[in-house]
Nanobody, 128 residues
Framework: QVQLAESGGDSVQAGGSLRLSCAAS?????????MAWFRQAPGKEREAVASIEIEGGLDLNYADSVKGRFTISRDDAKNTLYLQMNNLKPEDTAMYYC???????????????????WGQGTQVTVSS
């Protein structure tokens, strides 16, 4: 069974940057299905932050709250999904999860249940 492992979470000050990584277990090759990053803050629902679709041509989608600050990418040679986060704000504080094996076509509103493989999460804390 595919396993995903996130890393890169940390505590930073507002304005700082972090790069999250999501590595797939050995032997698993990324498929062409959508992948995404979600986050969940205490007391809030899990929300999509960014998604990446390659089936219909590379299509990157972002939540309005992170547009212009976050960048999603994938390295198929390394079987790793990334989330570069710049100009971090206190409201970005959350547990961040990567998700894989989603539908072939997706956008930022694609429902959580459409993704079939999840990591355990990595904590990002941004102080003001």
């Amino acid at each position: 069974q595919v396993q995903l492992a996130e890393s890169g979470g940390d505590s930073v000050q507002a304005g700082g940057s972090l790069r999250l990584s999501c590595a797939a277990s050995s032997g698993y090759i990324f498929s062409g299905r959508c992948m995404a990053w979600f986050r969940q803050a205490p007391g809030k629902e899990r929300e999509a932050v960014a998604s990446i679709e390659i089936e219909g041509g590379l299509d990157l989608n972002y939540a309005d709250s992170v547009k212009g600050r976050f960048t999603i990418s994938r390295d198929d040679a390394k079987n790793t999904l990334y989330l570069q986060m710049n100009n971090l704000k206190p409201e970005d504080t959350a547990m961040y999860y990567c998700a894989a094996e989603g539908p072939w076509y997706c956008n930022i509103r694609t429902e959580i249940h459409r993704y079939n493989v999840w990591g355990q999460g990595t904590q990002v804390t941004v102080s003001s």
